[in-house]
Structure formats: structure tokens, C-alpha cells
């Protein structure tokens, strides 16, 4: 039995501007859009969408289908975004890779991102399949990413607070968007941990139960917490 799971702890993480440094649909605009003359008029919009979306301004579900939309992004894009995000993993993670390791059946990705981005980049972690809950693209017959599933919780307003409600346990979210509060106002986790390392949502200050600059004091408030 892990540690987490002696206590029966469940780490539910963001991975845009928590695990990774940055926000995976900004950095895959960047990729796709490299060739198209007005690109960084279009990369402004797409960054200023997720901006409003992290803090709450715009629905998520809105937000996730305008940038999309707005990306004209392939299969052949994504892979080398994955292999730029393996560079870009924020450096507290990775220095805490053997507590993952050792705990990974009570840790969760829970994110508005895409899986076939966060798996490769967490697999290493020992994250399992099955414990990363995000969004699905869908490709035409040209690889070309034309749409979201739009069935996936995770591509619905409150869709962490639905994901996190069917695990079972003492959850604690982490992360750096309102989204991620959103879980603890409506009660699928009992701590909400803002995760400010990368960016500090100010607004979001107040609704944090802590906040950390880094997994090291996320690791410290959980045994200060729950294992003393």
C-alpha cells in the first residue's frame, strides 16, 4: 500500500501551467500555425481565450470549441508538441518523479487538455491510462483536427466537478485555473491547492486552501495535513 493511498488521498492534478509549464493548446498554435501570414493575431486570440477561461470570465466549454476551431492543427503537429512539452515539464515535477512513482495509484490527471498530449508526457510518472481524465480530439480522414468529443465530461462546463465526484475518496485538487476551484466549491474535493509556480490567477487567491509555488510545498502541506 502507497502512501497516499494508506490514507485513502487522492491527488487530482491540472496539467496545463501545473505539470507543464504552459498551456498545451497555446504552445500547439504556435506549432501549427507557424506557416499562416496573420499567425500571431491568431495566437493573441487563442491565448486570450484561455485567459479568460482560467479565470473564469468565459465558460470553459466555449472557450475549448472557439480554439479548436481557430487552430488548424494536424496528427504530425501534435507529435512535436509532445516532444517540446517533455522539455517543458515544470522542474518541481520532475524533481519530485519518485513520490509519482510510488503514489501513482492515487494520482490523477485531471485536465481540460487533451490525452493524447498529457499521456506520453506523464507515462514516465507512472500515471496510469486510466487515471488521466481530459478531452479527445477528433481527426478528419486527413489527420486534421476538426473537433472535440463533445460526449467527454471534460469538455463540459463543470466537467472536473463530474469527473472528481466518481473517485472515491479524499481528493484534493490541484491546479491553477478556476476550473479547478470549481471542484471544491461544489464539494468533489475537500482541499483546493493553487498551484502558482508557473502563474499566479490572483483572483483565485482567496479560494485556495493553499497555495504553492511548487510540488515540493504541495508534498510538506500534504504530510503537515494528513500525516502528522
Given amino acids: ?26 504552445l500547439l498554435s504556435t506549432i501549427s500555425l507557424q506557416k499562416i501570414t496573420n499567425k500571431n493575431e491568431i495566437i493573441k486570440q487563442i491565448t486570450n481565450i484561455t485567459t479568460n477561461a482560467m479565470e473564469g470570465k468565459i465558460n470553459f466549454s466555449d472557450a475549448l470549441t472557439h480554439r479548436i476551431k ?34 501513482y495509484k492515487n494520482c490523477y490527471v485531471v485536465s481540460g487538455g487533451f490525452s493524447e498530449i498529457i499521456y506520453p508526457v506523464v507515462k514516465p510518472y507512472k500515471i496510469q491510462k486510466n487515471n488521466i481524465f481530459a478531452n479527445q480530439f477528433l481527426f478528419n480522414n486527413d489527420d486534421k483536427i476538426i473537433s472535440i468529443d463533445k460526449n467527454n465530461l471534460l469538455s ?5 466537478v463530474k469527473v472528481a ?12 485555473g478556476f476550473t479547478d476551484y470549481e471542484v471544491k466549491k461544489y464539494n468533489a474535493a475537500e482541499k483546493f491547492i493553487q498551484f502558482s509556480g508557473n502563474i499566479n490567477r490572483k483572483n483565485l487567491n482567496p479560494y485556495a486552501d493553499f497555495i504553492a509555488n511548487d510540488f515540493n510545498e504541495i508534498i510538506n502541506f500534504i504530510n503537515n495535513n494528513y500525516f502528522n
Fill in 1 to 26: 500500500m502507497n502512501k497516499l493511498e494508506s490514507k485513502n488521498i487522492n491527488l487530482l492534478i491540472d496539467f496545463d501551467s501545473t505539470i507543464i509549464k504552459e498551456e498545451s493548446l497555446d
Fill in 70 to 103: 481557430l487552430l488548424n492543427a494536424y496528427k504530425k503537429h501534435i507529435e512535436i508538441l509532445i516532444r517540446k512539452i517533455q522539455n517543458n515539464i515544470t522542474s518541481s515535477f520532475v524533481d519530485n518523479k519518485q513520490f509519482f512513482q510510488e503514489n
Fill in 156 to 160: 463540459q462546463d463543470l466537467g472536473k
Fill in 165 to 176: 465526484k466518481n473517485i472515491k475518496g479524499n481528493n484534493i485538487i490541484i491546479g491553477d
